[in-house]
Every structure is written in C-alpha cells, then in structure tokens.
C-alpha cells in the first residue's frame, strides 16, 4: 500500500518554525522497545546491536510507540502492528539509503556494534 | 484495442456546500484512461461541469483539486496536485500545479479528486479522512494569513495532516490569490484562491486514510531507483538542487531581456543573482518524493524566492536589495497571493504613474519605482483591499479604473500578467509559447529552450519530429517547438510530476514519454503506450483550448502585450529586438494549423465530440 503514514521512517515538517525532524530508529545500546514489549516480538540481537521484529508476535499494543525516545515506531492502526524499521535484513543496501538523493542517511558497520548515521537538520 | 488501466483508479469527491452535501463517484475508466489525472481529468471534469459564462466568484463555478496519476506513489517527484476553475482574473481557465506535501495524503486518505461547487453559509473546512469528506466549521480561522492557519490546522487537527489554505487575499477574494499548502507552494496562477475564498471556504484538510494499492511494490522501487541514478546524474538537476530557479536570473540579465522597470528596461543589478541569494538561505529543502530539491528556506522566516520572484519583485519593481526582494517574497506567501501577478500588476501601475496616465487621486500619493517600503504597503493593501490596494486586486480587469483600457503597459495575455521574468522579445519560441499558454501569459506551459541549445542535428530531429530553426530569433518552425513542449508538459502535469525532471524543461534529457508510460504501468500494473501518452497529451491541449473557446477565446486573444511588438528591447544581446506583427501572425497561423484548429483558432465542433466521447463510455454519439 502506498501511504507514508505506514513508512518506518516518518519525517515531521514545521514550515513555520523551519526545521525538519527525522524520526529513525537508532538503535540504542539499552533499547526501551526492547523492554517494553510483552509479547516479545522485539528483542536485542547482542552480536550485531540490530532490535528484531517479529511482526507475528506483535499484539499491537503500541507500549514500544510510547516508550520510544526517538518516535521512530509507528502504530499501524489498521493492520494493529507496530511498524519500525527492520534493518532491511536480507537486502543489499536499505531502500531508504538506496532512495535518498542527498546522502542523509547512510547504514555502515562500525566496530563495536551496527550504527546509524544520521546527519540531523543540516545548514 | 484499449489498453488496460490495471489497479489504476480515481475517486472523486463532488461537494455542494450549498448544500452541504457530498456525494462520491469513480472517474469511469474510459475517462481515466483518455485523461489520466491532475490537469487533464481536472479539465476533462470542468468542461463537463461548468455552464459557459458563469461568474468565477458565484456559487456556480466549480473549483477542482486533483491529484496525478502517480501522485503520491514515490515515483520522483510525485507529489504534486493541479486546482482548476475558471479564472476570476481572466474569466477564462485557471488552472495551476502545486507541490508540497498535500496531494500524496489527499490519495492516501482515499480521495483523488475534489471537486467543489456551490457557497458554503459561512467560513468552512474540507476533511478528508478514510474515504469520506465532512464539512466543518472555520469561522474560528477566518483572518488567519498562511503562516497562522498552517500552525493552527496542524496544532487542532494533529501534525501528521497536509492541507491546503487561502489567506487574507483570498477571503478577500483578490483576483490573484493562491490555493496554498504549507508556507509558500501555491496553486498560484489565475486566481483559484479567490474561487476558494468565494466559496468561504478557508482550507481542506487531509487526514490519512487506506492508501493505494501498488501492483508490484519491489519492482516499483527498483524502477524508480534507477530513474533517481539517471535524473541525479544530469547537470540542470544537480544545479537546481543547489540553488533553484534563481540560477536562470543571469542568463535572462546576460542576454539583455530580464524584465526590469515594467518591461522599460531589459538589465538590472547583479545582486538577484542565485549565488547571491542564497547567502540569505538557510538551507535547500523539497517536496514530497522529490530527488532535485530546489526550494529555498531564507533566513528571513520564509520559503524561496524563484526566479519569478527575484524577477518580478526585484528587477521589474527596479528592488536591487536581496534581503528586502525575500521579505517581499514572504510577504506576499504569508497574505496568499501569486507573487507573478503582484509583481506585474504593481509595476503596471507604477509605470502609469510615472507616465502621468494615472496620479495621486487614485494612488493616494506619489508611487514610484524602487521603493521598498511603498511596495510592501501596496502588497498589504492588496490583499486586505484597502484603497489603491483595491483597484489594483482586479489585476487586468482594473484597465479602465487605471486609465489604460488596452492594457497597453500591462505585460499580459488574456488579462494574465506574464509569469516569466525573461523578456519574450528575443526569443521568438517563447513569445509564441506565451501566446498560446491556455491560462494566459504564462512560461509553465512550454519554455521551449532546446532548439537554441548547442545539441547535435540528429537529437533535434528525434526531438521535435522535424529540422527546427536553431535561430532564437527566427519565426521559423517554432510552432513545432511549442507544440512539442506544451504536449509533454501537459502529460507531466497530468500524472503529477514536478516539471524540473520532465524532457524538454531545459535539458533534452530527463523524463520522457517512455519513463511515463513505465511508471505507469510498473505502479498499477497499466499497459500505456507512447503513442497513447502522446494521444492523451493533445487531447488535454485541445481540450483546455475547446474551454477556452467556449468563453470566448478566438485569435485576436493570442496577442502579445503591445509593447513587444513597437518597442525595440534597450540592452544586451538581445538589444534591437522585438517580435514583427506579421511574421508572428504567420508563425500562429501555422500553430493552429500543426494543431488542426480553425484559422480563428477554435477547436473544431467533431474534435470536441471525440474529445467528450470517454464520458459516454467511448461513443460519440451524444455530444
Ligand atoms: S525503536 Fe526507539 S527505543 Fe527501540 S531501539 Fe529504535 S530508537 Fe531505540
Ligand atoms: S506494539 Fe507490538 S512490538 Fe510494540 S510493544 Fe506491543 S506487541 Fe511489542
Ligand atoms: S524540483 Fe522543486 S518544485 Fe519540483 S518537486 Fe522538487 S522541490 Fe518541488
């Protein structure tokens, strides 16, 4: 379904106030969603530091949305799941870095744990 | 044999706020499929909808917002709309494009197109959420300029919504305001914020919804990445990216044909030169999808300036100070108007003052050219229609107030002021373009720039089907030329793609026919043709024509502003040029001819039966 209300990645836009926020997951080192989710359907991969989804296990309580600190999880009203990003497992390069045409956002190891660089609002 | 739509589908929503009432249809396939969406299902609708000779500020004109074909589907550049009406400031067919972030979630709220009739009793909002619209009460946001009712929609109404608004100038019903969305994308040619203000209706919001079904996700994406590798690669994409429209400022000052002083000069100062502006900006920022990013956030709390803005609020008001030509530019957003028609309007004006042809009785003091702070008082005045601010809200229609009843020092076609700030004298291509621009004096329809360009003999020919002219100056097969941009750029228009990444606007690269039908057919699983694009693409020319006719339109309207013809351009290149009666007569004649319209123009009576015919299901029996 085309709808970037359901994107893992949600831009907040002030025009007035002028800035852009981006809301991503960035993979914190104690991640709350972690802790917060009951049905375990999100856990901590110790190895690589990348939070895993198990979308079956999902209840759709929306605990990790709250919990957040980044709001990079959105509730998926209709479908009652959490949407968070999932790494893109399994595909070359993630679609957003792939998509993006100014460099913004990239996806690169580092050397204790998987890190996402994010250049925020930039002048 | 017709080709298959797949998951291809539109909705509209037709509104009486007359009534209150909101009904909702499908678009029927035929019509889809001859039109696609944005611009050509918006005429294909108001041609079907409006009686002839309706006044654009009753109740009985029909306002449409209308989504592309591939708005919102993460196809480049995808997020635009195009609101179409009938112009309260030329009485003819207004109709404009708009970026922004509104038209993608208006589709994901499951509405493809508005279409809005009638007059609300008092100041009203659109909600489009999950499929249905609701009318709501505004009269708590009548007042508000675009900054505040941007603020307020998205503090009542949550911050994930888009809207679209009108400010002041549009409650005001000032003849030039502007559909906006956010703090400065504007539907902003012909008036179709007064159309909404006449309506009392002060915005619609979007609220989310189903979304759209994609045939085949993966391979969408994988088309459109490498679309975004081929379109980043081209130099005029990488330029406006850095620093937008502005960049064209020095080339139309270069050649001596920058529209400065009213049209009475052709070279200004070089501080409106895009690097100069963008000492004052902040950052480059985009609209939904979009791989270019051209748009400007200044220091000044505001969004731009284009290059319209520099031009026709910097050079043509004779304004050199970059920081002061911003403020104008945010101002004019903040009120809601189209900053094209408030600069050839004001400097109309101006130049009746200097002339003698009007004087302090009208303007209520000495009004001259350069002036800062007199513009920025004018500009308030306008909007709020306040004493000369009034008169100048009619914009052409103020001739006989201002005392030039010909319009004989208003750059303007069909009573549009010209958008473009480049000065159409030398270039013969845009003078014709200009001419035949269905909403009037409008660049948006061709600027046909690649037959001057230095491109190899055999890309011309693949381009324009023909040998063309490589002269700017010669009459000669220019007509082809127009023809061939104003097609492609009505499909751009119609599958709601941004103009900047479309073939033919100053590259010969980009997207062309092949990429659309792809598009299409890759995101619903459609089976369009070239050939069939190209068929739609003079069905929407001819179409917006047949409108236009029906109003009124006839040869003597594709006349150029008198000025082009009688006085030499002053400076530059271009000095000593201007366009020859005749030879432009000839050059139209032979236009209406490539398009197999009548030598007064007119669309013939079996082409528009043809034209209608989707709307009987493909028979065109019932005209
Ligand atoms: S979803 Fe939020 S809490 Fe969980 S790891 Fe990502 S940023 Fe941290
Ligand atoms: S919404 Fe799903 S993932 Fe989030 S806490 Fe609840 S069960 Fe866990
Ligand atoms: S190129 Fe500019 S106007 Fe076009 S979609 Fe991108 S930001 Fe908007």
Redesign the pocket.
């Known amino acids: 379904m085309a709808d970037d209300s359901r994107g893992a990645i949600q831009i907040f836009r002030d025009p007035v106030a002028g800035f852009e926020y981006q809301a991503v997951?960035?993979?914190?080192e104690d991640?709350?969603?972690?802790a917060a989710c009951m049905a375990v359907a999100l856990t901590l991969d110790r190895k690589t530091g990348q939070?895993l989804f198990d979308r079956n296990r999902c209840v759709g309580c929306a605990m990790?949305v709250m919990?957040?600190?980044?709001n990079?999880?959105v509730p998926d009203r209709r479908a009652g799941k959490a949407i968070?990003c999932d790494q893109c497992v399994g595909r070359d390069k993630p679609a957003c870095v792939a998509a993006c045409s100014t460099g913004a956002i990239d996806f690169v190891e580092t050397d204790d744990a998987v890190t996402k660089e994010m250049a925020g609002t930039r002048k | 044999m017709s080709n298959s739509l797949g998951k291809m589908r539109s909705r509209a929503a037709v509104v009486d706020l007359t009534a209150g009432t909101v009904a909702y249809e499908d678009t029927p396939p035929e019509v889809v499929r001859s039109y696609l969406g944005g611009r050509g299902l918006n005429i294909a609708y108001l041609y079907k909808m409006l009686q002839p000779n309706v006044d654009p500020l009753s109740p009985d004109n029909v306002l449409i917002l209308g989504t592309g074909a591939l708005t919102g589907t993460g196809a480049p550049n995808s997020g635009r709309f195009n609101a179409t009406t009938k112009s309260p400031e030329t009485n003819l067919l207004g109709d404009a494009n708009c970026g922004g972030f509104f038209a993608p979630k208006l589709r994901y709220s499951g509405i493809d197109r508005l279409i809005i009739k009638g007059r609300a009793r008092h100041p009203s909002i659109l909600k489009v959420e999950d499929g249905t619209v609701t009318i709501e009460d505004a009269r708590a946001y009548w007042g508000m300029d675009i900054y505040e009712i941007d603020t307020a929609l998205h503090n009542d109404y949550g911050q994930s919504i888009e809207a679209v608004t009108i400010g002041p100038a549009g409650e005001n019903m000032v003849r030039f305001a502007c559909v906006m969305t956010g703090i400065k994308n504007a539907a902003g040619r012909g008036g179709t914020g007064a159309v909404m203000g006449s309506k009392n209706l002060k915005a619609v919001v979007a609220a989310g919804g189903p979304g759209f079904e994609i045939q085949d996700p993966d391979s969408f994406v994988a088309l459109n990445e490498e679309l975004k590798k081929y379109l980043t690669n081209s130099m005029v994409v990488k330029v406006l990216g850095r620093v937008g429209t502005p960049l064209l400022y020095e080339v139309s000052n270069h050649l001596g044909t920058i529209r400065t002083r009213n049209s009475q000069d052709s070279q200004f100062e070089d501080t409106l030169n895009a690097e100069v502006i963008h000492e004052h900006i902040d950052k480059m920022i985009s609209c939904h999808s979009c791989i270019v990013h051209c748009r400007h956030r200044n220091t000044y709390k505001g969004e731009g300036p284009e290059y319209t803005t520099v031009g026709l609020l910097g050079a043509n008001l004779c304004i050199a100070d970059t920081a002061n030509v911003i403020r104008l530019n945010n101002l004019v957003n903040r009120l809601g108007m189209d900053v094209s028609s408030v600069g050839g309007v004001l400097s109309w004006a101006l130049e009746l003052y200097q002339r003698g042809i009007i004087d302090d009785s009208i303007t209520g003091g000495p009004i001259e050219f350069g002036d800062y702070d007199l513009a920025d008082r004018l500009i308030r005045s306008i909007a709020a229609r306040e004493g000369f601010g009034d008169v100048l809200a009619d914009s052409s229609q103020a001739a006989e107030r201002l005392n030039d009843p010909e319009c004989n020092y208003l750059t303007a076609i069909k009573g549009l002021p010209q958008s473009d700030p480049h000065d159409c004298r030398y270039i013969k291509a845009f003078a014709l373009g200009i001419a035949t621009a269905s909403r009037g004096a409008d660049h948006l329809r061709s600027r046909p720039t690649l037959e001057v360009f230095d491109l190899p003999p055999e890309l011309l020919r693949e381009i324009y089907g023909a040998d063309v002219d490589r002269d700017p100056t010669s009459y000669l097969t220019k007509e082809i030329v127009v023809a061939t941009h104003e097609n492609i750029y009505s499909i751009v228009d119609s599958v709601g793609i941004c103009k900047f990444i479309c073939h033919g606007f100053n590259s010969p690269k980009l997207l062309k026919y092949d990429h659309f039908s792809q598009l299409l057919n890759a995101a619903f699983g459609a089976s369009f043709s070239i050939d069939e694009l190209k068929a739609v693409a003079r069905r929407v020319v001819d179409l917006e024509r047949a409108f236009i006719n029906r109003e009124g339109v006839r040869r003597p309207q594709d006349m150029l502003p008198r000025r082009y013809f009688d006085e030499p351009l002053p400076h530059g290149v271009a000095k000593g040029h201007h366009v020859d009666r005749d030879k432009f007569f000839e050059m139209l004649g032979r236009y209406y001819k490539l398009r197999q319209w009548d030598e007064d123009g007119m669309v013939p009576k079996s082409r528009i039966v043809e034209l209608m015919a989707p709307w009987n299901g493909g028979k065109e029996a019932a005209s």
């Open positions: 997951c960035r993979l914190c991640p709350e969603c972690v939070v990790c919990v957040c600190p980044h990079a999880i968070l």
